[in-house]
């Protein structure tokens, strides 16, 4: 038999190169999908081909269909199959709503919530015919909280959550399981980028007064991936009471 099949979208950094790094180590042949970090995904493709896995690197901006659809069907034509996705990419423009421009609200939500939709869209076509498959999608605890100057990211997040569950209905006859994960606070680029208060209101707000540990939240997400009754649900991957 092949060896599994994962895409992870927004795969060349952050925590979506780690969910990548660990489904290869599980012997998953993986794909890594980047947009604007060329050189981060080429460094990063060297690495898992050193270390003998089998990785392919696409390039596709998941806000666009055409993109998406290139993406979706150079996996099938390389591998013949596609057993998980996970729907990682993201991109933050934190303004409060007053300030906030156009472009800076239709951003966040095409990448953030249209890509996700417009990922599983494809994917589904080609895992209904397998009759099985699993989705997992990362959303944010903020998409349930909300959070000062994130409208547009809050709003795409939650839209995740709805997104999860319709979809987790609608695919479940043909044996595909979709989940969300709300992976917790990460000191990646993204998470830095909140600046150090943001970072202390995260420890004080732990129950446990530590961040989430990247390597346990890709630990998990690979065995959320690989079970075949769990559909539907929304993982709370924090230390942060909802």
């Not at 992870?8 to 969910?19: E, Q, R």
């Not at 589904?124 to 547009?152: D, T």
């Amino acid at each position: 038999m092949k060896n599994k099949v994962a895409l992870v979208t927004g795969s060349s950094k952050g925590i979506g190169k780690k969910i990548l790094s660990e489904f290869a180590k599980n012997g998953y042949s993986v794909v890594l999908n980047y947009n604007n970090s060329p050189h981060l995904a080429d460094d990063f493709l060297k690495e898992l081909n050193g270390c003998g896995f089998n990785a392919l690197k696409i390039k596709a901006d998941v806000s666009k269909t055409g993109d998406v659809k290139k993406l979706l069907s150079e996996i099938i034509g390389n591998y013949g199959r596609l057993d998980v996705v996970v729907n990682n990419a993201a991109v933050i423009s934190d303004r409060t709503i007053i300030n906030m421009s156009d472009d800076e609200w239709e951003k966040v939500i095409a990448t953030n919530l249209s890509g996700g939709f417009y990922v599983i869209r494809e994917a589904a076509k080609y895992m209904i015919k397998q009759k099985y498959g699993a989705i997992i999608n990362i959303s944010s605890i903020v998409g349930l909280r909300g959070n000062s100057g994130e409208s547009n990211y809050s709003a795409a997040k939650a839209g995740i959550l709805g997104l999860t569950k319709t979809v987790a209905a609608e695919l479940g006859r043909f044996n595909i399981c979709v989940n969300c994960v709300l992976p917790g606070f990460h000191l990646t680029d993204m998470g830095k980028s909140g600046g150090d208060e943001y970072h202390h209101k995260v420890l004080n707000e732990s129950v446990i007064k530590k961040t989430t540990s990247i390597n346990e939240l890709a630990k998990f997400i690979v065995f959320l991936s690989e079970l075949k009754s769990v559909s539907g649900q929304v993982f709370n991957f924090d230390s942060r009471i909802i």
